[in-house]
């Protein structure tokens, strides 16, 4: 009981001070509403160097937060990317902010027309505990390139993570600019609560929700970047050799805890015993052994393991066949299994899988292969195998989802130069590169007259002469 009562006191005092926060970072944007470019590109080198200068320390940090995770995994898909981001918005952040001239009709002239692009205010940031650094720092780059003062919430999960990021941004940027929230998931709801100019949230579906709800009470807009289960499609075409390879990386990274990574694999019913040894041949060559193996990242926490193993005992119980890929593992290295004969009714089929696990679906048509997504949500990504530029056409014709691959998986994730977002339950909303300082920014449209007035000429009172021109000429 002593106990409840002092977690609770220790969740309201930083509830207090995650509001106090929030008023000084609104009022410090009221001071300074625009900062200039080179104030801007000054906080983008200033993270770079910062990330670059401690990336062994957030790779250590990163990985006592999973128990295991692959240093390289982490240069690769966290580190790698969010440099690339920075370095990409610094060099384009004048072009980007220099305002756009617009056409005006005839009937107005004379007169100008721009959209400048204006800070929005204060933006908060809810970032999930599978990518800590790079679902922080990839929004982070978007909403300083902006001009904005950024709030970022870490995760409960990956607590080594966060005090270490807390304590590096706060090296180099006053809290007023940006600042690091900790907490648990009183704080979480909380940090949605706040008039936030715009929210961006990283993480589960059903979260999402929650999310989108407590920013409806202050008309917040959001950007919602959830996941889904992700297809991949084999073609009755392609090599089994080049589709395995590629569709296991994808799954492996992060051991399969991975928003975009492919959830499920459809695969023409008379290859799937030669893509189960193709596939299986692959993952035990990036991976010879599970125990002790650096490589091979650990699942973040025991009640995340259990929940995978939870979708296995419901599939194997509701008659799917397991094929595991390793032994047991050991200190949360869950082995890599290829789960056949699963149906709609078992758990791993109706929830995003988040971990090592892939079902392989058979299919007899590539009709049959859209069907079977289309009737489902709408996912994150979709990822396509085969070389024949027609079936690639269909697949992006007759197929919905927020990105897609054609014979790769996830790295349409790390291009700057494209928009990067879900759609329907897989999110909404973009952000990377330009999208994101758009998303971050208000496009305010502008309307310039100087002293020669034109219009006054069609003021009330109506009915005369003139007016009676105007109108003959442009309502046609």
Not at 86 to 96: D, G, N, T, V
Not at 202 to 218: C, F, K, L, P, W
Not at 249 to 278: S, W
Request: glycine share 8%.
């Amino acid at each position: 009981m002593v106990a409840d009562l002092a977690y609770l006191q220790h969740s309201q005092q930083q509830i207090s001070q995650l509001e106090a926060l929030f008023q000084r970072q609104r009022e410090a944007f009221r001071a300074h509403p625009m900062p200039s470019a080179e104030q801007r590109i000054q906080w983008l080198r200033s993270l770079a160097e910062l990330i670059s200068s401690e990336r062994d320390a957030l790779i250590a940090a990163v990985s006592s937060d999973f128990g295991n995770r692959s240093a390289d995994e982490t240069l690769l898909a966290e580190i790698m990317p969010s440099l690339h981001g920075i370095h990409y918005a610094r060099k384009r952040l004048r072009k980007w902010m220099k305002p756009s001239r617009r056409a005006v009709g005839l009937a107005f002239q004379p007169a100008a027309a721009r959209v400048v692009y204006q800070p929005l205010g204060v933006v908060g940031v809810i970032v999930p505990w599978n990518y800590p650094l790079f679902l922080a720092i990839g929004p982070l780059v978007g909403a300083l390139a902006a001009g904005n003062r950024v709030m970022i919430k870490m995760s409960e999960s990956t607590p080594a993570t966060s005090r270490l990021l807390k304590e590096l941004l706060a090296r180099i940027f006053p809290e007023d600019l940006v600042a690091v929230v900790e907490g648990e998931a009183e704080v979480g709801v909380a940090f949605s609560r706040q008039p936030f100019d715009h929210l961006l949230f990283t993480g589960a579906t059903s979260i999402g929700r929650h999310v989108m709800r407590a920013a409806a009470e202050n008309l917040t807009p959001v950007t919602l970047e959830l996941g889904g289960k992700s297809p991949a499609i084999v073609s009755a075409e392609v090599p089994l050799a080049d589709a395995a390879e590629r569709i296991a990386f994808g799954k492996t990274l992060n051991a399969g805890q991975t928003c975009v990574a492919p959830d499920y694999v459809l695969v023409p019913e008379d290859r799937v015993d030669g893509f189960i040894e193709a596939y299986r041949e692959v993952v035990q060559r990036f991976f010879p052994k599970l125990a002790d193996n650096p490589d091979y990242t650990a699942i973040i926490n025991e009640r995340q393991l259990g929940r995978l193993k939870g979708y296995l005992a419901d599939a194997e119980a509701k008659g799917a066949k397991l094929v595991p890929l390793f032994p047991e593992g050991e200190d949360r290295r869950l082995p890599h299994t290829l789960v056949l004969n699963a149906t709609d009714d078992m758990k791993l089929m109706q929830e995003e899988i988040f971990g090592p696990l892939l079902p392989v679906v058979p299919y007899r048509r590539i009709d049959d292969a859209f069907a079977y997504i289309n009737a489902r949500p709408r996912p994150l990504a979709l990822y396509y195998f085969g070389y024949g530029k027609a079936e690639q056409q269909r697949v992006l014709h007759e197929t919905h989802s927020g990105g897609v691959c054609l014979n790769d998986t996830l790295l349409h994730v790390a291009q700057d130069d494209m928009p990067f977002g879900g759609i329907g339950p897989s999110g909404m909303g973009h952000y990377h590169g330009h999208e994101g300082f758009l998303t971050f920014s208000k496009a305010k449209g502008v309307f310039i007259k100087q002293r020669f007035n034109a219009a006054k000429l069609i003021y009330p009172p109506y009915g005369k002469a003139i007016q009676k021109l105007v109108y003959r000429l442009f309502v046609r």
